[in-house]
């Protein structure tokens, strides 16, 4: 059984800062890829980031120069720090991991519950 918790959403003025982190628990050998995802109201849910094991990093063109990804693998952990919001990154972020549960399995997509971030004045 692997989960996905993530932590840090909320409310933040226009312009301001904020940061989130995912932590992957269970069983777990290996976990590749982790990203995050959003999905605003009315639209489809869409990659903002992602990074591998090694520390390769991938931004949507939208949130590059102003969000940073970011983990920790001995912690089974990601991060997403964020600046300069406005309220087009209003969303629920949603972080996602391919996790290797046992040395007998393969890889597989496990997504956590989702945070809202509302940018607003």
């Known amino acids: 059984q692997v989960e996905l918790v993530e932590s840090g959403g909320g409310l933040v003025q226009p312009g301001g800062s904020l940061g989130l982190s995912c932590a992957a628990s269970?069983?777990?050998?290996?976990?590749?890829?982790m990203r995050w995802y959003r999905q605003a109201p009315g639209k489809q849910r869409e990659l903002v980031a992602g990074?591998?094991?090694?520390?390769?990093?991938n931004y949507a063109d939208s949130v590059k120069g102003r969000f940073t990804i970011s983990r920790d693998n001995a912690k089974n952990t990601v991060y997403l720090q964020m600046k300069s919001l406005n309220p087009e990154d209003t969303a629920v972020y949603y972080c996602?991991?391919?996790?290797?549960?046992?040395?007998?399995?393969?890889?597989?997509?496990?997504w956590g519950q989702g945070t809202q971030i509302t940018v607003s004045s």
């Open positions: 269970g069983r777990i050998v290996s976990i590749s890829d």
């Open positions: 996602y991991a391919d996790v290797r549960p046992t040395s007998l399995t393969s890889y597989g997509t496990y």
């Open positions: 990074i591998s094991r090694s520390g390769e990093s």
